[in-house]
């Protein structure tokens, strides 16, 4: 990989440090040519600190290091994307990421959807809203609902015509959603299950 350490006048090229898992960005450092070696001989990113002049560890002081998963180069190769696999919290001041955002995998607009079906759950006298009234009927229905998808996507998928197919199986998602909530769970919990099985 050819990286341009020259493009600044300090040397210094930034390095985007991203979870490998979660995908989230976690903070923002700088590398030197240094830093960068010491981390592929270490496998723990390393850095150079603008502020103490010097190379610096993440997690040297802390343990909360940050194990090299792989390292990309932008097009004008002078930013690094480097993938990471965190031990406890990144920032300096104790947060998941240097935004202090929480370090949890989400999945866009399914996730998005899973806060629609929580509020409805929370808010279950909402006459108007379906999830709401699935809610109050309680799990047996939900689960019942569940089956009822399941069943319609098994024969959609047996037959030719690809709108139904997908139609049932939003329908079938959208109601299994449903069902982890009524059970306490969300996807990352699934998610945990499958990558526990790798």
């Given at each position: 990989?050819?990286?341009?350490?020259?493009?600044?006048?300090?040397?210094?090229?930034?390095?985007?440090?991203?979870?490998?898992?979660?995908?989230?960005?976690?903070?923002?450092?700088?590398?030197n040519k240094e830093a960068y070696d010491k981390t592929i001989e270490t496998n723990k990113v390393t850095f150079f600190s603008r502020s103490k002049q010097r190379?610096?560890?993440?997690?040297?002081?802390?343990?909360?290091?940050?194990?090299?998963?792989?390292?990309?180069?932008?097009?004008?190769?002078?930013?690094?994307?480097?993938?990471?696999?965190?031990?406890?919290?990144?920032?300096?001041?104790?947060?998941?990421?240097?935004?202090?955002?929480?370090?949890?995998?989400?999945?866009?607009?399914?996730?998005?959807?899973?806060?629609?079906?929580?509020?409805?759950?929370?808010?279950?006298?909402?006459?108007?809203?379906?999830?709401?009234?699935?809610?109050?009927?309680?799990?047996?229905?939900?689960?019942?609902?569940?089956?009822?998808?399941?069943?319609?996507?098994?024969?959609?998928?047996?037959?030719?015509?690809?709108?139904?197919?997908?139609?049932?199986?939003?329908?079938?998602?959208?109601?299994?959603?449903?069902?982890?909530?009524?059970?306490?769970?969300?996807?990352?919990?699934?998610?945990?299950?499958?990558?526990?099985?790798?």
């Amino acid at each position: 990989m050819k990286i341009d350490f020259n493009k600044s006048q300090d040397g210094l090229i930034p390095a985007i440090i991203q979870d490998v898992s979660t995908k989230n960005v976690l903070m923002l450092g700088y590398m030197n040519k240094e830093a960068y070696d010491k981390t592929i001989e270490t496998n723990k990113v390393t850095f150079f600190s603008r502020s103490k002049q010097r190379l610096w560890t993440k997690g040297e002081e802390s343990g909360n290091f940050l194990n090299l998963v792989a390292i990309k180069n932008d097009c004008d190769q002078d930013t690094l994307l480097i993938t990471v696999d965190p031990v406890g919290p990144t920032c300096h001041k104790g947060t998941d990421t240097c935004w202090a955002e929480d370090n949890y995998q989400s999945f866009g607009f399914l996730s998005t959807l899973e806060e629609v079906i929580k509020d409805r759950k929370e808010n279950k006298d909402d006459e108007k809203s379906y999830v709401a009234s699935l809610f109050r009927k309680g799990i047996n229905k939900i689960a019942q609902k569940v089956g009822e998808e399941a069943v319609e996507v098994v024969i959609e998928a047996k037959d030719n015509d690809e709108k139904l197919f997908l139609d049932e199986s939003a329908d079938l998602l959208f109601h299994y959603l449903i069902l982890l909530q009524a059970k306490g769970y969300k996807l990352n919990d699934i998610v945990e299950v499958l990558k526990s099985r790798g």
